[in-house]
């Protein structure tokens, strides 16, 4: 467990320290995922940070944050996905077809096929390596403990919590205040465990339908804002396209910077397409160029 109090020689001390060994092993700061607006605007993702990635309904953000695990996985990290807005049936399900790249509403998907994709995802290197727990409304101090025998068993290199209305704080009030105590407790917890935490949370209802993301309309924003050091928000501006929009990083500063992605629906992989000015308006207002081309929808599960 980290120490309570230290100096600043001390804290610049361990840096350094980290840091150089890093460099000499080739690594970068923080967990990497291969996408650039997470490794090179965010700097990865750093152990002890929170990281809030918000959507509305049917954006993809499950989706999003299930292919993060798997790009860590994949590097040899243990992934503890706390999925309490989906059943394990779901889970699965997702992970099935999405190796077979066949949606799940396909009748024609047989037996022998999904037997052919079971064995392709035993085989596979990340699948061993992304652990799923799916009980809902969670406390602080079960996702804790599950947390530390994952970490102590496995070693743990990412946490994600699905999604933030399924966090117990055990505050009675209204559902700002309930939804202020939780992400208060989940970046507690990361910095606890000294891992990455991806906190997922949906936009208002109130005003989802408003041109572009912005912390405005995060359901709990002000503290959302306050406590979390990266704010992330998955637009659906139609059903052709998809967008991550950064609204803040603690760590380098960066912010109001988005980018385009595609999503191949075998594995269930999004790819970056190419960077788009924030807040610049829809294709309702304005044509869209001729520069992006989404190879597949995004489905709407």
Same mark, same amino acid.
């Given at each position: 467990?980290e120490?309570e @109090?230290?100096?600043? !020689?001390?804290l610049a001390?361990?840096?350094v *320290?980290?840091r ?6 080739g690594?970068r700061?923080?967990v990497?995922?291969?996408?650039r607006c997470i490794?090179d605007?965010?700097?990865g993702l750093?152990p002890g940070?929170?990281s809030?990635?918000a959507a509305a309904g049917g954006a993809g953000k ?10 860590v996985a994949?590097?040899?990290?243990t ?6 807005a989906m059943?394990?049936?779901?889970v699965g399900q997702r992970?099935v077809?999405g190796? /077979? ?7 024609? !998907?047989?037996a022998?096929?999904? *037997? *052919?994709?079971l064995?392709?995802?035993?085989a596979?290197?990340? %699948?061993g390596?992304? !652990?799923?727990?799916t ?6 101090a079960?996702?804790?403990a599950?947390?530390?025998?994952v970490?102590a068993q496995?070693?743990l290199a990412l /946490?994600?919590f699905?999604?933030l ?5 055990? @505050? ?7 939804l %202020?105590?939780?992400i208060v407790?989940?970046?507690?917890l990361a910095?606890?465990l000294?891992v990455? =935490? !991806?906190?997922?949370?949906h936009?208002?209802r ?11 309309i ?6 959302i ?7 992330f928000? /998955?637009?659906?501006?139609?059903l ?8 803040k990083?603690r760590?380098?500063?960066q912010?109001?910077r988005?980018i385009r ?8 992989? =999004?790819s970056?397409e190419?960077e788009?000015q924030?807040g610049?308006?829809?294709p309702?207002? *304005?044509p869209r ?6 190879r597949e929808?995004?489905p709407n599960f």
């Open positions: 467990m120490r @109090v230290r100096t600043l !020689v001390d001390a361990d840096y *320290a980290e150089s060994s890093e460099l000499r092993l690594r700061v923080g990497v995922t291969g996408l490794d605007w965010m700097g750093n940070e929170l809030t990635l499950s989706t999003f944050v299930l292919d993060l695990g798997r790009r994949a590097a040899g990290g992934v503890l996905v706390f999925s309490a059943t394990a049936r779901q992970e077809h190796e /077979l790249g066949r949606p799940i509403s396909d009748r024609s !998907v047989g022998i096929d999904l *037997a *052919a994709a064995e392709r995802i035993e596979a290197d990340y %699948a390596r992304v !652990v799923v727990d009980r809902t409304r969670l406390a602080g079960q996702v804790l599950t947390a530390r025998r970490q496995r070693g /946490l994600v699905d999604h209305g399924h966090w117990d704080s055990k @505050v009675r009030g209204n559902e700002q205040e309930q %202020a105590a939780a407790q989940a970046k507690d910095k606890i000294d990455p =935490f !991806v906190m997922l949370c936009f208002s109130a005003r989802r339908e408003a041109t572009r993301p912005s912390m405005e995060i359901r709990g924003t002000g503290k804002d306050d406590v979390s050091d990266n704010i928000a /998955l637009w659906r501006p139609d052709d396209r998809t967008e991550l929009h950064l609204l990083c760590q380098t500063g912010q109001n988005a992605l595609s999503y191949s629906l075998y594995r269930q992989q =999004f970056e190419e788009i924030f610049a308006p829809g309702a207002e *304005a160029s001729g520069g992006y081309q989404p929808r995004v």
